[in-house]
C-alpha cells in the first residue's frame, strides 16, 4: 500500500481531527464501534496478494454491506462528521485514527500511529474477516494470512473488553465484561472462568482457552495488565499498518537503494581498475 504526502498542514489536520474524535467518541459513548470499524478495514489484508487492509474501502457500500460488517454503518457516518472538518485527510487514516482514539479515551495503552495511508476504490471479496462461531485454527488461518502471530491474536481479541454483541449483527447478544466502556484486562479475567456466568464467551473466545498456545497468553494477560497493555498497543499498531509503508519507511527505503547502487557502483570500478594494474 503506498503512503500519500504527508506535510505539515496534513500533520496538523490530524491532530485536530484526533481532538474532534476524542469529543465525538466521549459524547457517543461509540468507542466500541469505532474499534470496530478501524479493525474491520484493516483485518481484510492478505499478506501473500499485498491486498486489503487499512484504505478506507469499508466505506464501500459493496464492503460495508458483508455480514461481518453489520452495524458499521452507524461508525461510517459518524466519522464524516469529523471527515467534513477535515476533507484533507484520507478515510484509511481517519478510520485507523478513530481505533486508536476509541482505546485511549476509555483507559487504554497510547498506540503510536503515523499517518499516510491512501484510499482505495477497490474492496477486498467477503469471508476475510474472523468468523466467531469458528475455533482455534479458523483464528490462526485469518490471522496467519495478515502475517499476525499467535500473541497477536489473543492481545487483540482483548479489545473484547469493550462493547456488546447485538444479534441483530452477529447473532450473538451480551457483554463480554462488567463494564463494556472501559478498556483494561477484565476479558481476559472473566475468560476463563465457569460457563454459568452471564458474561458473553463467543466460540473464537472460548478457543484462547482451550488452545494451550493461546491460554498462555490469556494467564499472563489477566494477571499482568501491563503486559496485555504492552502488546495489545504494539498487536494493534501492527494490524492499523498492515500493507502500509509509511512515508518515513518509504524516504529510507529509497536512501537505502540509492546508497546500495552507489556501493555497486564504486565496487565495479574499483575492480576494473584493479584489474588493468594486476
Known amino acids: ?30 468507542a466500541p464501534i469505532m474499534l470496530r470499524l478501524a479493525w474491520h478495514d484493516a483485518g481484510t489484508y492478505d499478506a ?4 486489503g487492509g487499512p484504505n ?15 452495524g ?10 469529523v471527515k467534513a472538518r477535515h476533507p484533507e485527510i484520507s478515510y484509511a487514516d481517519l478510520y485507523q485514527l478513530a481505533g486508536v482514539v476509541a482505546v485511549e479515551v476509555t483507559g487504554g495503552p497510547t498506540i503510536d500511529f503515523v499517518p499516510g495511508r491512501k484510499d482505495s476504490t ?8 474472523p468468523d466467531a462461531k469458528q475455533g482455534a ?16 491474536i489473543v492481545a ?26 472501559k478498556f483494561d484486562n477484565s476479558y481476559f479475567k472473566e475468560l476463563p472462568k465457569n460457563e454459568s456466568s452471564d458474561l458473553l464467551k463467543l466460540p473464537t473466545d472460548k478457543a484462547l482457552v482451550y488452545d494451550p498456545k493461546f491460554r498462555r497468553y490469556v494467564e499472563l494477560y489477566a494477571k499482568d495488565e501491563d503486559a496485555f497493555f504492552r502488546d495489545y498497543a504494539a498487536s494493534h499498531k501492527k494490524l492499523s499498518e498492515l500493507g ?13 537503494s540509492v546508497v546500495v547502487a552507489a556501493a555497486v557502483a564504486f565496487l565495479g570500478y574499483y575492480y576494473e581498475i584493479h584489474r588493468k594494474f594486476t
Not at 501473500?48 to 491486498?51: E, G, I, L, N, R
Not at 485454527?137 to 497477536?152: C, E, P, Q, T, W
Not at 502500509?244 to 537505502?256: D, E, G, H, Y
Open 244 to 256: 502500509f509503508i509509511s512515508p518515513s519507511r518509504l524516504a529510507l527505503k529509497a536512501t537505502v
Open 137 to 152: 485454527k479458523h483464528l490462526r488461518d485469518i490471522f496467519y494470512r495478515m502475517g499476525l502471530s499467535d500473541k497477536d
Open 156 to 181: 487483540l481479541s482483548g479489545g473484547h473488553t469493550l462493547g456488546r454483541a447485538h444479534p441483530e449483527r452477529s447473532g450473538f447478544e451480551g457483554a463480554w465484561t462488567r463494564d463494556p466502556l
Open 72 to 81: 458499521l454503518k452507524k461508525a461510517v457516518e459518524l466519522c464524516e462528521q
Open 56 to 70: 478506507g474501502s469499508i466505506r464501500h457500500d459493496r464492503e460495508l454491506s458483508h455480514s461481518a460488517n453489520n
Open 122 to 129: 477497490e474492496s477486498p471479496e467477503e469471508g476475510r474477516l
Open 48 to 51: 501473500k496478494t499485498k491486498t
Open 1 to 30: 500500500m503506498a503512503a500519500r504526502a504527508v506535510d505539515k498542514n496534513y500533520l496538523k489536520g490530524i491532530e485536530k481531527a484526533r481532538r474532534d474524535l476524542r469529543a465525538l467518541i466521549s459524547s457517543n459513548n461509540c
